[in-house]
């Protein structure tokens, strides 16, 4: 698997490259010269020679305290090394250097932003042989890869992210950061539309063109799917709008619509007592139930929300002629309780699984926000507008420019986001009564 080369805006992060520091046998090499005595031991070693060293190598020998573990901490010019420990060695005595059985590889945020949070979010080559996760480990706090073997010296240790942590597709966007300073180095300086801005208003009016944005032309449609429980109730997300759909999954993945129903909702209930009268707490509040009686019967209620001629007959004689077209369906209904933050659905879909479409703003994501290349002039025209509109002495023949520039920039954004293909556009339309001629 080929390295890939971390981008200036970051988009891929996950690729690191070390070199290995193991060593694979054991050296044994005469000392020449006393290092320190035993009053004042020294961390300097004089060797005959230094062949087959590396660094982090573990000394043993004659004269070497047990309980200390030495290793060269430093190979200097020469015939001399450094200990990590100061040490008293004798002229003459002959040392074991023991091949390094682990090392330790530190990821950095330079190449992963943020840092991976568990083993098997990356894979690890040896000279682009990958490794199972057993011959290694990874520890979070330092962000440190460890391999119980040390790889040899020279060779290639590259750490990837896996494919499921890679940003596929964020080429089509821009972060927000990197707008904020484009239009600091484009809008804001001398003989430029405005000369001078804090960054922190640029930020504000970006985030709300962002927002905006997303509510009718950026593609802001999110969705998630539940089971619904026995409660039949799911909890709105945490960066929820509004709706565009609410479906449930039939056997064959298929979405089937839900649509809302207008006649009941999930009130407050109030407590009473046997007089009916409010029941006060110790701190002379109100009391509430937990759930209102309407949402208690809704739940309960088992008939099909479908209208059928014999429930018509029954209900409208001498009345309305035809059926209500906003519950003429047999899908299933909900409602939004947005107090509450529940959406509240019908007993008929009781244990389908849910599918929610919502649109959020764009400022919800953990992480930087992001727009789409097909908006980013139109954002760049909606801070410089808002920028000028909020400041005085503002000719105001220039703000109504720069409106028409942003009102132009947002249509042309919508055209291209709406993503129309002259093929598809001709395939539906060969199934109208009209010959489309190509």
Request: proline share 3%; charged share 20%; aromatic share 8%.
């Amino acid at each position: 698997m080929a390295l890939q080369t971390l981008t200036n805006e970051g988009y891929y992060r996950g690729s690191q490259t070390f070199l290995g520091i193991g060593n694979a046998n054991s050296v044994s090499i005469d000392t020449n010269g006393g290092v320190g005595s035993a009053g004042s031991p020294s961390v300097d070693v004089t060797l005959d020679n230094v062949a087959g060293l590396v660094v982090g190598m573990l000394v043993t020998g004659n004269g070497l305290t047990a309980s200390v573990a030495y290793k060269i901490a430093e190979i200097t010019n020469g015939t001399d090394i450094k200990l990590d420990v100061a040490a008293v060695i004798g002229d003459d005595v002959s040392l074991t250097f023991i091949p390094i059985t682990n090392a330790v590889f530190n990821l950095t945020t330079i190449h992963f932003d943020p840092l991976p949070t568990k083993i098997g979010e990356f894979s690890v080559y040896i000279n682009n042989i990958i490794q199972t996760t057993g011959t290694y480990t990874y520890t979070v706090a330092t962000s440190a890869v460890e391999f119980v073997t040390a790889p040899a010296a020279d060779d290639t240790i590259s750490v990837e992210l896996g494919d499921a942590d890679r940003e596929f597709g964020n080429y089509q966007h821009i972060k927000l950061n990197d707008i904020i300073n484009n239009f600091l180095i484009a809008y804001v300086g001398e003989g430029k539309v405005i000369t001078k801005v804090k960054k922190a208003d640029v930020a504000f009016h970006a985030q709300r063109a962002i927002q905006e944005l997303n509510y009718d032309t950026l593609r802001s449609s999110k969705s998630q799917e539940i089971e619904i429980p026995p409660s039949l109730t799911m909890a709105l997300p945490h960066d929820y709008i509004n709706y565009t759909k609410v479906c449930w999954v039939d056997n064959n993945g298929l979405e089937i619509p839900m649509y809302p129903t207008l006649h009941t909702s999930n009130p407050k209930g109030i407590l009473q007592d046997s007089e009916y009268r409010y029941i006060f707490d110790s701190q002379g509040d109100i009391t509430e139930a937990g759930t209102s009686e309407t949402w208690k019967k809704f739940k309960d209620d088992k008939s099909s929300d479908k209208e059928t001629i014999e429930s018509l007959s029954k209900s409208n004689t001498g009345g309305r002629f035809g059926i209500d077209p906003t519950i003429a369906q047999g899908n299933g209904t909900f409602f939004i309780d947005l107090n509450g933050g529940r959406i509240h659905f019908s007993s008929n879909v009781s244990g389908k699984i849910i599918t929610l479409h919502y649109i959020s703003d764009g400022l919800a994501e953990d992480g930087d926000a992001v727009v789409h290349k097909f908006a980013e002039e139109a954002v760049y025209k909606y801070i410089a507008h808002g920028i000028l509109s909020t400041r005085i002495q503002i000719p105001e023949y220039m703000i109504n420019r720069y409106k028409k520039e942003r009102f132009a920039a947002v249509r042309k954004a919508k055209i291209r986001l709406s993503n129309l293909k002259s093929q598809e556009l001709a395939q539906t339309m060969r199934g109208k009564s009209k010959q489309i001629k190509h």
